[in-house]
């Protein structure tokens, strides 16, 4: 994945990396199969280069937000595994405001990844809710309880 994360930034894409792994990112021991990407919804550009990067992965072109809401999650299979592009988060602003608040965390082997902000990623996994999010819930109070949560 760090290949694909130093050509999302080699290109200028931009993406806040949201879900499991960016808890993992955040220092929760996590396993999760798939890349979940917040990205703006209807930026043409950058539509064009994360298709131009992706070109040879995708079976379909990422597309826009569509006007009545379609598109919001796209989903493909690639050889780095489940990406996930999601065109607004459930819990955060738009993607504009919550890019402002955006953190970098580097992965394991040092490569910079835009990531939501602690604050942020704990409202999305208060807002989905769900059983799997629970433990990144309690996780991220307690960081966020002794001062940490950046």
Not at 50 to 70: I, M, Q, S, W, Y
Not at 108 to 120: A, I, K
Not at 126 to 148: H, W, Y
């Amino acid at each position: 994945m760090n290949e694909l994360i130093l050509a999302f930034n080699a290109a200028g894409i931009r993406y806040l990396l949201a879900g499991g792994q960016a808890m993992r990112l955040t220092g929760m021991p996590r396993f999760s199969m798939d890349w979940d990407f917040f990205i703006p919804p209807r930026d043409a550009e950058n539509f064009a280069r994360l298709n131009e990067v992706l070109k040879d992965e995708l079976d379909a072109p990422l597309v826009p937000l569509g006007l009545r809401g379609e598109n919001f999650i796209q989903t493909y299979q690639t050889r780095w595994g489940i990406l996930q592009f999601h065109l607004g988060l459930p819990g955060v602003p738009r993607f504009d405001e919550v890019e402002k608040a955006a953190v970098i965390r580097h992965s394991e082997q040092g490569t910079p990844v835009n990531c939501l902000s602690g604050l942020q990623l704990l409202a999305a996994k208060r807002a989905a809710d769900r059983p799997q999010d629970q433990t990144d819930i309690v996780f991220l109070e307690e960081l966020q309880r002794l001062g940490k949560l950046s």
